[in-house]
């Protein structure tokens, strides 16, 4: 992108361009958001279970869906900073647009698989193409100026919160009735943010503000090869790396687990990741200021971790349905840690250094996607033969204790050998 200087003055909005006499604005970003992150959680609920018909044990359940995860999540790991960089040349509007566009073509041809081979080639595809997130990032940058971002940024994140709170339980409903009516609906409402992106979302980077394609910044490694050179982060890096593992883990293994230990059908599952989703919102919309100005940003981060474990083995040891949903409201802070500590790291980098270690954690959370469902699913794949009582079956989850436990550790290390300087800022 430009240098931030030239288009993030007082005439940042006015300098975005326009499309059919419209000038690019918030509103219309959040719309698109909202459509495509509904349209993505409708098929949270259902992909498992689709995969499952498939394959003829839960061994190959679980096998199965590592292969579906790991390749939507090695494509997005490659193609989203090539879109991104795409987005720089030839401007957001048009990327957004073949992500629509690739995602309704991938719903769809989804829906009417008939081969387990046709899944995995299409979630490469729809992974390859599903950069919206950063190019939607890139767009409010475009048009806020630098006072206003965090607040944009919150909106935006809110927009996704809502997205990710409507789409499963819609999926989960739908594909009680019929288990490809998500994918088909899904497919639908792709095609209808498509149609909005061409008559109704205007561009947001102007023509003077685009830069040329480079295919060396475009390589996700770039930004990890840098890690070496951070300064003032330390373990807080590993405490990114392990906690967004454990979250990523849950996140793949959900569905097919209590499909597989408690029987739940999408529309359970559907309800299940609701409230994970209203409590996630609730927590960062309402009780994250609260929560940091009682306890301050590094005890809300050791004690979410320390929540976040005990969360993890209640679900690992969990015998009854209830329990897996009663452990959700048990983990507020832990909810609340994500934000706090994404506080803590900026405060411990020096100004110069802002935008390299976002850029860092951004790569390591994006390589973090690729490596999870390996350890979960294969974990899973272990276990799904046990009896439904056995203890092991939580294995994913004891993983995801082990891993929110590394993370504490790294966190109390660095809180506790860290300059007073830095301390303060953290507090601040």
């Known amino acids: 992108m430009s240098d931030p200087a030239q288009r993030d003055g007082p005439d940042a909005v006015a300098a975005s361009t326009t499309h059919g006499g419209r000038k690019a604005a918030m509103s219309f970003i959040l719309i ?12 949270i609920p259902v992909l498992p279970p689709l995969v499952g018909t498939f394959t003829q044990n839960e061994t190959q359940h679980a096998l199965a869906q590592l292969a579906v995860a790991f390749a939507f999540g090695l494509a997005n790991f490659f193609g989203s900073p090539i879109l991104g960089g795409l987005s720089d040349r030839f401007g957001r509007r048009k990327v957004m647009l073949v992500g629509f566009s690739g995602l309704a073509l991938s719903f769809f041809v989804t829906a009417m698989a008939q081969a387990l081979w046709m899944l995995v080639v299409v979630r490469l595809f729809s ?8 190019v939607a990032n890139a767009y409010v940058a475009d048009i ?6 965090a607040k944009r940024f919150g909106m935006l994140g809110a927009a996704f919160g809502m997205g990710f709170i409507l789409g499963p339980v819609m999926g989960g409903l739908l594909g009680a009735i019929d288990l490809h009516l998500p994918f088909y609906v899904a497919g639908t409402l792709a095609l209808m943010n498509w149609l909005y992106g061409f008559f109704v979302l205007p ?7 685009r830069r040329s394609f480079d295919w060396r910044k475009a390589n996700p490694f770039a930004a990890l090869g840098r890690l070496r050179n951070l300064h003032g982060v330390g373990p807080l890096i590993y405490v990114i790396a392990c ?9 793949t293994s959900w569905v097919l687990y209590n499909q597989h230990k408690f029987g739940w059908g999408p529309k359970e599952n559907g309800l299940s990741l609701f409230v994970v989703g209203l409590v996630a919102v609730l927590v960062q919309g309402v009780l994250l200021q609260p ?21 993890n083995l209640i679900w690992g040891l969990s015998t009854e349905a ?11 802070c832990g909810v609340a840690a994500g934000p706090a500590m994404q506080g803590v790291i900026s405060n411990a980098a020096d100004a110069r250094t802002q935008g390299e270690t976002m850029g860092a954690v951004a790569a390591i959370n994006s ?28 294995a994913p989850f004891y993983l995801c204790a082990l891993l929110q436990l590394a993370s504490l550790a790294f966190a109390w290390r660095h809180f506790n050998t860290e300059p007073p300087a830095q301390a303060a800022a953290a507090k601040a």
Do not use: C, Y
Request: proline share 6%; charged share 10%; glycine share 8%.
């Open 32 to 43: 698109a958001v909202l459509i495509d992150m509904v349209s993505i959680g409708l098929i």
């Open 127 to 134: 992974g390859a193409m599903q950069a919206n997130a950063a």
């Open 144 to 149: 806020t100026p630098p006072a206003d971002r």
């Open 203 to 209: 561009e947001s980077l102007a023509p003077e503000h």
């Open 243 to 251: 906690s967004g593992s454990a979250q990523l883990v849950i996140q």
């Open 291 to 311: 929560l940091m100005r009682w306890l301050g940003p590094r005890r809300l981060v050791l004690i979410g971790l320390t929540t976040s474990i005990a969360t």
């Open 322 to 332: 209830w329990m897996m949903v009663a452990a959700i409201f048990l983990n507020v």
């Open 367 to 394: 390589l973090m996607a690729v490596i999870s469902p390996i350890a979960g699913l294969g974990l899973m794949a272990l276990v799904a033969e046990l009896p439904k009582t056995d203890w092991r079956i939580g």
